[in-house]
């Protein structure tokens, strides 16, 4: 079965970068495009950005442009989202998403379980 | 990019139908029919309830459809069932020169 399971809470100091990880199981990891969405407390969905596991192209919500990394192993079918810069107001839970269609409709039908990721001094 | 239009908050009795809606421009929901929609208990992650405007996903209740007129997409739930009561919120595709999404703000749904 499909599973996408995340990485560890984190505690981060303003200004500091944080690196969310999601492996992938149960499927062809090069095969779907890889997005990042995330929530802060109490607060809606937000769309940060997409990986394609095959060839590593990336796309980027034009707010994170300059903050955001996105990369990928695919010897270990491991995604990963970094964020550099922090600032208190990025505090908010980290989801990885598949896309489940070919090429790219964002229709995630896979979610992680999320990484939730607090920035304070 | 601006987060599209949601009511924050719907009601309705069980047994009863409601519409949530999303409102956005002609450079995304106008544009493109790639809208879906997700369903979100708290302390969840989001689960996909319709793709593609009106695609339901193996699994996801027929009580559950999707449409979409203008720059205006529905989530339409029929036969309300507790168990519904969740946050939902829409996503669109929103590139013109590059590959980029967005969500609405989210709408609350109270089952009475």
């Known amino acids: 079965q499909v599973q996408l399971v995340q990485s560890g809470a984190e505690v981060k100091k303003p200004g500091a970068s944080v690196k969310v990880s999601c492996k992938a199981s149960g499927y062809t990891f090069t095969g779907y495009y890889m997005h990042w969405v995330r929530q802060a407390p109490g607060q809606g969905l937000e769309w940060m950005g997409r990986?394609?596991?095959?060839?590593?192209?990336?796309n980027y919500a034009q707010k994170f442009q300059g903050r955001v990394t996105m990369t990928r192993d695919t010897s270990i079918s491991t995604a990963y989202m970094e964020l550099s810069r922090l600032r208190s107001d990025d505090t908010a839970v980290y989801y990885c998403?598949?896309?489940?269609?070919?090429?790219?409709?964002?229709?995630?039908?896979?979610w992680g379980q999320g990484t939730l990721v607090t920035v304070s001094s | 990019q601006s987060a599209l239009t949601q009511p924050a908050s719907v009601s309705g009795s069980p047994g009863q139908s409601i519409t949530i809606s999303c409102t956005g421009t002609s450079s995304d929901v106008g544009s493109y029919n790639l809208v879906s929609w997700y369903q979100q208990h708290p302390g969840k992650a989001p689960k996909l309830m319709i793709y593609?405007?009106?695609k339901r996903p193996s699994g996801v209740s027929n009580r559950f459809s999707g449409s979409k007129s203008g720059n205006t997409a529905s989530l339409t739930i029929s036969g309300l069932q507790a168990e519904d009561e969740a946050d939902y919120y829409c996503c669109s595709y929103a590139g013109s020169s590059t590959f980029e999404g967005v969500f609405g703000g989210g709408t609350k749904l109270t089952v009475l």
């Open positions: 593609e405007v009106s």
């Open positions: 998403a598949r896309d489940q269609s070919y090429g790219g409709s964002l229709s995630f039908d896979y």
């Open positions: 990986i394609n596991p095959n060839s590593g192209g990336t």
